[in-house]
């Protein structure tokens, strides 16, 4: 798998978009990207993966460079609810998802 | 509720018992995930299986874990002689093919005093 490098946390008003940034550089061509959020006591949520081309779900979108080494996760229109611990995870096929410590994103009112 | 199962959801044990975590997987996965998690840190991949078969265990799996799948439906993790070091989250993960998404259960909190 991959490594990712996220920052550490962000602050993110509510109503605004949330760019939550993951650096993997070294990604290699059959792996796929995976973003993960944790809500305090839960177990984690998929939000949305890719592979090459960019991505968007109802919860949000997922924008990869065109030479795969980073990725943005976006929440469109943040809510208090949004709040969470999100993970960017890259790997191949068939393969467990290796977690790293993650963006702490605040919605903050 | 057709997700991922856990149970129990919290366990507090003395140092040195055995404990016994059960998951019931979303019925048509047949990939499960056990993972674990500290405070303040992501979950750890602990040990996967495909149907029955344990295809891959890591090295955080020591020989007081283990896990089985026996029909490849709901599967088990034993610790035994527990210790403190074991207090943590552990979590149950299942999907239904090698790329889709990972539905995670809610976990099963063990504490060990």
């Known amino acids: 798998d991959a490594k990712t490098t996220q920052p550490t946390s962000m602050d993110c008003a509510e109503g605004r978009a949330a760019n939550l940034p993951c650096n993997h550089s070294t990604i290699s061509g059959n792996e796929y990207v995976y973003w993960y959020r944790q809500i305090h006591s839960q177990g984690p949520q998929y939000i949305i993966h890719?592979?090459?081309n960019n991505e968007t779900n109802e919860m949000a979108s997922l924008i990869i460079t065109e030479d795969r080494k980073s990725s943005t996760l976006i929440l469109p229109h943040a809510t208090l609810r949004d709040t969470a611990v999100y993970y960017c995870?890259?790997?191949?096929?068939?393969?467990?998802?290796?977690f790293g410590t993650g963006t702490r994103l605040q919605v903050t009112l | 509720d057709t997700g991922v199962s856990q149970n129990p959801r919290h366990k507090i044990t003395k140092r040195g018992q055995n404990v016994t975590f059960r998951c019931d997987p979303i019925?048509?996965?047949?990939?499960l995930y056990w993972y674990r998690q500290t405070l303040g840190q992501g979950p750890e991949f602990l040990t996967y299986f495909q149907n029955e078969a344990q295809l891959e265990k890591s090295r955080l799996l020591s020989d007081r874990f283990s896990a089985e799948r026996p029909k490849g439906s709901f599967s088990t993790l034993e610790i035994q002689r527990t210790e403190q070091g074991d207090s943590a989250m552990y979590l149950c993960?299942?999907?239904?093919?090698?790329?889709?998404?990972?539905?995670f259960g809610e976990g099963s909190r063990l504490t060990v005093l």
């Open positions: 019925s048509e996965h047949n990939r």
């Open positions: 890719g592979l090459k």
């Open positions: 993960a299942s999907r239904r093919d090698a790329t889709g998404e990972l539905f």
């Open positions: 995870i890259s790997t191949g096929t068939a393969s467990k998802l290796t």
